[in-house]
């Protein structure tokens, strides 16, 4: 049997791969990003309501109609303004398919696609299933900012679209103002569409805001805002996403979701809906997640580590750099096995394997399996 891989390049993703070397280990699991504490008992109750009430059957196409308009209203509430709830909200099975969707929906075969790295590893497979390009743009240490110069300089009379992710996994990196502007100068000047990735939308730190680009008119004309609940309500096993994107956009969207997985889980979508009447759900992530973020840097500051302070998302980079040229494949291992403690390498966010010697933590764990984490972390000198 000759099978031709279309994805020849891809294994087990390292979120994969260290949460098993996680669970081999007995190490605190702090590798994959996803929330160490349950959801709010409030939503579990909804849900329980909305599965015993008969909610079971299949959801209209593109979401039930009391959650578009749930999230339209946060839109408003948010980013002061109100995508159509039935022609421009569409309800998906996480953010992983509306990117997957988006993508498919406009990039034709030869199309090249910016993709800013180090980027989260959705995004190039998804690319290249529809035979995209993706063209690569270095974001610059050491806070992971955008070089909008080296950005132009990479476009061709084949880009069709750009990738973007605010705030930035794994680097923590939120968008400014200026940002915003020169990906609008970008956008419009060469006819671009943009996929925008804004999953950790209420995950900000320090007073920062988050600006979606659905909030700027003319980028909201081109734009598939991604985002999902996985992170928002500490359910990232629920798998329940959605896309915002102006009505001729949406359709072409809808298209793909129709195909990919026609509808999302029902009785979750009625719950989302109700628990997100009350705003103070999502406007309370930012100081709920500051303190596990001020908690984990005072440890960091007792180890040999550098880092920058995350702005957003629930990620912490540190760098090594200074101390060892090891490769942090092998130092995440090392940490898993040694001292107990799970952490992604970052190198797998580049599509060269490119190893600046930094590695990601997330914090969105309970405050004493964090500090148990530190005390363990801070013994990593002996690794070096
Ligand atoms: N984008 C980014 C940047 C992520 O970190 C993740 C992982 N949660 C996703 C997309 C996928 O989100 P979902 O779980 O909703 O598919
Ligand atoms: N988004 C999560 C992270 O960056 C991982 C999701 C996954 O395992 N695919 O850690």
Not at 11 to 16: A, R
Not at 44 to 51: D, H, N, P, R, S
Not at 320 to 343: G, I
Not at 349 to 356: A, I, K
Request: negative net charge.
């Amino acid at each position: 049997m000759s099978l031709i891989s279309k994805l020849p390049q891809v294994g087990t993703t390292i979120f994969t791969t260290m949460s098993r070397m996680a669970q081999e280990e007995n190490a605190i699991n702090l590798a994959q990003g996803f929330p160490g504490f349950g959801s709010d008992p409030v939503l579990l109750e909804l849900v329980a309501k909305y599965t015993r009430g008969g909610f079971n059957q299949y959801a209209p196409m593109s979401g039930v109609s009391e959650l578009k308009l749930a999230l339209a209203t946060k839109t408003q509430l948010t980013q002061g303004y109100y995508p159509d709830p039935e022609s421009e909200v569409t309800i998906v099975s996480g953010a992983t398919e509306a990117l997957f969707a988006a993508f498919t929906a406009i990039i034709h075969p030869g199309d090249e696609v910016i993709v800013l790295e180090p980027a989260y590893d959705s995004y190039v497979p998804a690319i290249e299933l529809n035979g995209g390009i993706p063209v690569f743009v270095p974001l610059q240490s050491p806070d992971f900012a955008v070089d909008w110069a080296l950005a132009a300089s990479k476009i061709s009379s084949k880009t069709r679209a750009i990738v973007v992710n605010s705030p930035h996994n794994p680097s923590g990196y939120v968008w400014s103002q200026e940002d915003v502007d020169n990906l609008e100068d970008l956008v419009t000047q060469h006819g671009l569409f943009v996929i925008s990735d804004e999953v950790y939308e209420h995950i900000l730190f320090d007073a920062k805001s988050h600006i979606s680009l659905g909030s700027n008119a003319k980028l909201r004309e081109r734009t598939f805002v991604c985002g999902s609940f996985s992170k928002t309500f500490h359910v990232t096993g629920w798998k329940i996403g959605y896309c915002l994107a102006p009505k001729v956009l949406s359709t072409e969207f809808r298209k793909v979701h129709q195909y990919l997985t026609f509808s999302t889980v029902t009785p979750l979508q009625y719950a989302l809906a109700e628990y997100l009447e009350d705003a103070e759900k999502y406007f309370e992530l930012p100081a709920f997640y500051q303190k596990k973020r001020d908690l984990f840097l005072k440890g960091l500051a007792l180890t040999p580590f550098q880092f920058q302070p995350s702005q957003g998302s629930f990620f912490q980079l540190v760098s090594y750099a200074h101390l060892s040229k090891k490769s942090d494949l092998f130092l995440a291992e090392q940490m898993t096995r040694q001292l107990k403690v799970a952490c992604i390498p970052v190198s797998v966010f580049y599509s060269n394997g490119q190893d600046n010697q930094v590695l990601r933590f997330c914090f969105a764990k309970k405050d004493e399996e964090l500090e148990e984490a530190l005390h363990r972390i801070q013994k990593v000198a002996s690794l070096f």
